[in-house]
């Protein structure tokens, strides 16, 4: 949830996400499809809420959350419900971007979340007061980065990083992408696309979509135990994609 990345590939998009978590966290729970509300969903479960940050849903719509909105906050002692849960009721929605806009988060921690709908890519933050929503161009790749663990100057050398990949690997797989997000960055622990600082936060599992018109085939990695998991989500109605 703290690291993203979105390439577009003509007929698919790769959506690929590292969680950075706390060593005292609970371990995730592999992917599965699950039925949520009043639809099917491929998601990762967070074993201590029982939300995720990165799912799929069988109307065609892809989200990933990071923590955090535009500038690193502090953080109340509680909070409403928890950022994981609201992501399910809003990716559990026949559409989710009007989800978004319709829900009350007063009382929920700041988040940005990327969604992938009807051929579109739009990036949704929530500052604690306020939503904004930026549509982004699909015809080029982007990177996040989350405000609560990376300064400014951090997230633009990622930037560049990305930058610099993308330039050796202008039509990369799912392989590739994915060692970017293992890879990735100059030798610096606490920084890098990959990052540990000092065994307390560190990245804790790296997730990828391949989303084409008819299915997202979801591949995640625990890094901890070393477990790889593969499983498919088979839409309705053939979706946009570009």
């Given at each position: 949830?703290?690291?993203?990345?979105?390439?577009?590939?003509?007929?698919?998009?790769?959506?690929?996400?590292?969680?950075?978590?706390?060593?005292?966290?609970?371990?995730?729970?592999?992917?599965?499809?699950?039925?949520?509300?009043?639809?099917?969903?491929?998601?990762p479960k967070?074993?201590?809420?029982?939300?995720?940050?990165?799912?799929?849903?069988?109307?065609?719509?892809?989200?990933?959350?990071?923590?955090?909105?535009?500038?690193?906050?502090?953080?109340?002692?509680?909070?409403?419900?928890?950022?994981?849960?609201?992501?399910?009721?809003?990716?559990?929605?026949?559409?989710?971007?009007?989800?978004?806009?319709?829900?009350?988060l007063l009382?929920?921690?700041?988040?940005?979340?990327?969604?992938?709908?009807?051929?579109?890519?739009?990036?949704?933050?929530?500052?604690?007061?306020?939503?904004?929503?930026?549509?982004?161009?699909?015809?080029?790749?982007?990177?996040?980065?989350?405000?609560?663990?990376?300064?400014?100057?951090?997230?633009?050398?990622?930037?560049?990083?990305?930058?610099?990949?993308?330039?050796?690997?202008?039509?990369?797989?799912?392989?590739?992408?994915?060692?970017?997000?293992?890879?990735?960055?100059?030798?610096?622990?606490?920084?890098?696309?990959?990052?540990?600082?000092?065994?307390?936060?560190?990245?804790?599992?790296?997730?990828?979509?391949?989303?084409?018109?008819?299915?997202?085939?979801?591949?995640?990695?625990?890094?901890?135990?070393?477990?790889?998991?593969?499983?498919t989500l088979?839409?309705?109605?053939?979706?946009?994609?570009?």
């Amino acid at each position: 949830m703290c690291t993203v990345t979105f390439i577009p590939l003509g007929n698919k998009i790769l959506l690929t996400s590292n969680r950075d978590e706390k060593a005292v966290r609970k371990q995730a729970i592999s992917p599965a499809v699950t039925a949520y509300n009043s639809a099917n969903l491929l998601f990762p479960k967070d074993a201590e809420a029982g939300g995720t940050w990165i799912g799929a849903s069988d109307t065609g719509t892809i989200m990933v959350l990071l923590n955090g909105g535009f500038i690193k906050h502090e953080p109340a002692a509680e909070y409403r419900k928890s950022r994981g849960l609201v992501f399910l009721d809003v990716l559990s929605e026949t559409k989710a971007l009007p989800s978004f806009k319709k829900t009350n988060l007063l009382g929920i921690e700041p988040f940005t979340l990327v969604i992938w709908e009807d051929g579109k890519l739009y990036e949704c933050r929530w500052s604690g007061e306020e939503k904004y929503i930026r549509e982004m161009d699909i015809t080029q790749p982007h990177i996040w980065s989350s405000v609560t663990l990376y300064t400014s100057a951090i997230i633009q050398k990622r930037e560049q990083w990305f930058k610099n990949w993308l330039d050796v690997h202008p039509q990369p797989s799912i392989t590739d992408i994915r060692k970017f997000h293992l890879f990735g960055g100059e030798g610096d622990s606490e920084n890098d696309i990959c990052m540990n600082r000092n065994n307390a936060m560190f990245t804790v599992s790296i997730t990828s979509i391949e989303c084409n018109r008819q299915q997202a085939i979801m591949y995640y990695e625990d890094l901890i135990n070393q477990n790889k998991t593969e499983a498919t989500l088979t839409f309705v109605q053939e979706q946009p994609v570009a």
